[in-house]
């Protein structure tokens, strides 16, 4: 896995391998959402990742993983783990 995408768990609450890393959605205008690198389990909010009764499985549409980059002006930057 590339360390430049936006991890902010290292290890996903469904699987308890993949890390949980920030997603862009096929969207207009893009649409960040949580994704699990290994089961892909996902989450609309950063906030909900806890709580594994709001993941959801094909929701969103997957276009990349984001990198940190992409975060820059976002409120999840300051979530990420590998900054």
């Known amino acids: ?9 290292e290890t996903c609450p469904i699987c308890g391998q993949g ?9 207009i205008p893009k649409d960040f959402f949580i994704l699990c690198e290994d089961c892909e389990s996902e989450w609309s909010s950063i906030e909900d990742v806890d709580d594994i009764e709001m993941a959801t499985r ?16 976002h409120l999840w930057q300051k979530l990420i783990l590998n900054k």
């Not at 890390?19 to 969207?27: F, P, V």
Request: glycine share 0%.
């Open 58 to 73: 094909d929701t969103h549409k997957f276009l990349r993983y984001a990198n940190i980059e992409d975060l820059a002006s």
């Open 1 to 9: 896995m590339n360390k430049n995408y936006a991890v902010v768990r």
């Open 19 to 27: 890390q949980l890393l920030i997603a862009i959605a096929e969207s």
